[in-house]
Structures are given as C-alpha cells and as structure tokens.
C-alpha cells in the first residue's frame, strides 16, 4: 500500500520501477517463454553468487545486489521523429533520458536508434531499466513509391492514448505526478507498447513492406511500437545459452559481444528466436496471416570501457570481421573472436592501471581506519597506490549501454538468419537529435563523470578524517 501523501510528486525513480515491473507482467502474458526465461536466468545467478563468493561480496559493496532481480532493458522501433520525440518526454517523466547514438546500418538494419536510461548513479541503483529505440531510417527504402506509402501510413497513426499525452503535459508543467497520477501514467504508457496481432494494413502492403526488409514491415504495419524484448541480466551467459534449450527455448547460434573471459567487458547478448505469431491483415476476415517480431533476450554486462579500451575493443573486433565473412554468423566465429582477443588484457588491476576500464574508488575498511597524518598522506597519494596498499577498493563500473554490431546480430538473427541487406554506414546523429528534439548524451563521458565524482568524494573522506582526528 502507498505511504505517498496525496498531493507529494512520486520520484521518478519509482515511477521508472512501477512501469518496468507493469511493462514485465504484460510481456510474461504476451510471451509465456518470457516467464520461463525469467526463471532460467534467476536460478543460473543464484548458482553463480553460491559459486563465487567473491562475486556476491563485491556486488553487494557496490550495491549492485538489489538490482540484479529487477533489471531489465526493451526495445521498441518507432516510425517517425514525432514518435521518437514524444517518447523521450513519456521517458522523461520517468527519470529515463537518451544516452548514446547507434548507427545499425552499417550492419544491414535500416535504423538509427538511442537508449532512454537513467544517468545518475544513484538512479542506476535504484531501477537500471532502459529502453533502446530506434527510428526507421524510410530513406534507406529505396522503392520511391513504396517509402511514400509506408511514410503515408505512418502519418494516420497515434501510438499514444489522449490520457497518457495529458498526464505527460502535467507532469511537465507541475513538476511531477502524484501517487495515483503516476500509477494512471504506467497503465496509459503501457499501452504504447502493447502487442496487436490486427494490422493496420492489408496483406499485399506488408508483403511490400516485408520484402523491402523485415523490420520495416514490423515498424510500419501495426498500431504502435510494441515491445519486441524485455531483458533480464544472467552472470553467466554462457550457462544460459547451453540452458535454453533445455528450457525448449530455440536459441541463437552464438553469444554476440566479446567472447568469455575472466573480466566481463561490456555487453554480451543472446536470445531465443523470435515466435512466428498470428495477425489479421485489414480486410481478411480469416487471419490467417503471420509475422514475428517478438523474442527473448538474455544479457550480461561487465565493466565499461574507457576511450582508449572502446578503441582496442573496436580495433580486435574489426580484426575478427576481417578473418572472414557472415560476421557472428560464421562457424568458426567464436574461435576467431577468442583468438583475437588474446590481446585485451583480462585481470581488473590490468585494464585499471592501462587506463582501458572505468572504476569506482571507496575507501576499504583500513582506509576508514587511517587518522591524522596517515589519512593526509592517503589522500595526496596515487590512487594506485592506496589499492595495492588495501585502503581503497576499485570497483568495476557496469557498462549500462549498448554495442551496435551486438545489437544488428540480434536483430538479423530474429529477422531471418538469411536476411543480410547491405547498407552503406550512413551515420546521421544530427538528424536524429534533430528528430528527438534533444541531443544524446556521450556515454563514456557518464562514465567518465562517474570515476571522477567517486574519486572526489574518497579525497573529501580522506581530508575530512584527517581534520577529526587533528582536532
């Protein structure tokens, strides 16, 4: 039951943790697999946790422990700038704004995209849910005709509720929504976001469409952009892809991202393929047609990269795609990407001291203890310094965005394996904030920000403990 006063504005953060725990129970509705991969990842974390011991010490200093359950990341395809704009107020109520650009023509997808997350630390905490979004690129439909009919048909449609646009206005004027407010905000948002197996068009059109590529059909001949996954986070993604199947889930073929190693980087995803789902085509009294569009994702994040361990990662990754063709695709992919990445240091102390990794600094227990002169001292040190010497901990700070080729690999794969449009890389991050009406925060600069706010408050504690115990 609510405690929050009538007239008080719920915090963003709870908005944000009422809508992905809605937005999830409607999923595990639409898509009965959802459930089931729930549960797989939630018992593979518990094993891993009893398994490590260390793990579990370390997440839970860093505060890490509480989120793991509930995080989740979707994904939704919109079709015009208006859609995308009026997306990122509808996130903003929910403390959720545009971080990163993406580019996923380069890969073969005719889109351009960004993910809505929260950016403060403590936010991240509280509820890490984000949503990567993507903005049909018409432009790339090289059909005149056919891009004018799919831009046509995009127009006549409204993929919010008039309520949901209301409450989006007065949370912006007022400053927030109250309890009850907030709770009709989650019911009306979620239904932007809801399945629909009637299309908007007839089946001659979405043939046209389908044909022209998958996705454009999935973007422009429904109702709205429904949710096409809801990703939970395993510590052990390797254990989840040899589960799903057992689960009678119908895995990709590999894990997209860097391979296994001792240190996660980054992101790596898998999924199970997408359901071929019945839908009544306008003017088909039967409905017999089909499509799919909905699957299921697994992923596990590891440290975030620095500029310098981005342009490494990108540099070993470029190598692999040169080995050979198909991308992830290829047979011998896997063994090519571990070959490869032979070179990418894989301790924690390693990828800190050559700068390739962000961390968070908090004084140990023995860094609590210094007094006087020894706490001065500490707090003029290295910082590499104090870690070896046990007064600071460094924390590996989680990568909470996203990679591009991982994402077109998960987008083809439940697209159709056999679907490899080419597209020329036609990068238009201009356009696309120009669409959104907002520029896209730089993610490393987050990270970058996140080092250096721990870093200052460790110097603030070291000086303030000498100032006490010098009194």
């Not at 569009?293 to 620095?306: N, S």
């Not at 050559?354 to 227990?365: G, H, N, Q, T, V």
């Not at 965005?401 to 990068?427: M, R």
Request: proline share 4%; hydrophobic share 45%.
């Amino acid at each position: 039951m609510s405690t929050t006063p009538v007239h008080a504005f719920v915090p963003s953060d709870e908005i944000r943790a009422r809508f992905s725990s809605a937005m999830s129970e409607m999923y595990r509705k639409e898509v009965p697999q959802y459930g089931t991969l729930i549960d797989l990842v939630a018992d593979i974390n518990e094993r891993t946790l009893q398994a490590d011991p260390a793990m579990r010490v370390q997440m839970q200093r860093a505060g890490e422990l509480a989120r793991l359950g509930v995080e989740r990341h979707g994904a939704i395809r919109v079709g015009t700038a208006a859609e995308l704009s009026m997306l990122r107020r509808l996130f903003a109520v929910m403390g959720m704004e545009p971080v990163g650009y993406y580019d996923l023509s380069v890969a073969g997808v005719p889109v351009h995209s960004t993910a809505f997350r929260p950016v403060a630390d403590a936010a991240l905490l509280a509820n890490p849910f984000r949503v990567f979004t993507s903005l049909l690129r018409l432009d790339l439909i090289a059909d005149e005709a056919l891009r004018a009919q799919a831009a046509a048909i995009l127009a006549r449609r409204g993929i919010f509720t008039e309520r949901a646009l209301a409450l989006i206005a007065q949370a912006e004027a007022a400053g927030g929504l109250d309890d009850a407010e907030a709770d009709e905000f989650v019911r009306e948002a979620l239904e932007t976001f809801r399945w629909h197996s009637e299309s908007t068009v007839d089946a001659a059109t979405y043939e046209a469409l389908h044909k022209a590529h998958r996705l454009i059909a999935d973007v422009v001949c429904f109702k709205g952009p429904h949710i096409n996954h809801l990703t939970p986070r395993t510590l052990d993604i390797d254990a989840a892809q040899s589960a799903m199947p057992v689960r009678g889930m119908d895995a990709k073929d590999v894990v997209e991202g860097p391979p296994r190693r001792a240190c996660p980087i980054l992101l790596r995803q898998t999924s199970f393929k997408a359901l071929k789902e019945t839908v009544r085509f306008a003017g088909d009294a039967a409905g017999g047609g089909s499509h799919t569009a909905r699957f299921g994702e697994i992923e596990q994040r590891g440290v975030a990269l620095t500029r310098k361990g981005r342009a490494l990662y990108d540099q070993l990754l470029a190598q692999v795609r040169d080995m050979g063709s198909a991308g992830s695709a290829a047979p011998d992919y896997a063994s090519r990407l571990a070959q490869a990445f032979e070179a990418f240091p894989d301790t924690h102390e390693q990828l800190r001291r050559e700068d390739l990794a962000f961390y968070r600094f908090a004084l140990s227990e023995a860094g609590a203890a210094l007094a006087g002169g020894e706490a001065a001292a500490a707090a003029a040190s290295d910082l590499d310094a104090l870690v070896s010497r046990g007064l600071v901990h460094a924390e590996p700070i989680i990568y909470e965005d996203f990679l591009p080729v991982s994402a077109a690999g998960i987008f083809q794969s439940n697209l159709g394996g056999e679907e490899q449009k080419k597209y020329a890389a036609n990068a238009a991050q201009q356009a696309f904030e120009a669409d959104l009406g907002a520029r896209v925060h730089d993610e490393i600069a987050l990270y970058e920000q996140a080092r250096q706010h721990s870093i200052d408050q460790l110097r603030g504690a070291l000086r303030a403990q000498a100032i006490r115990t010098a009194a």
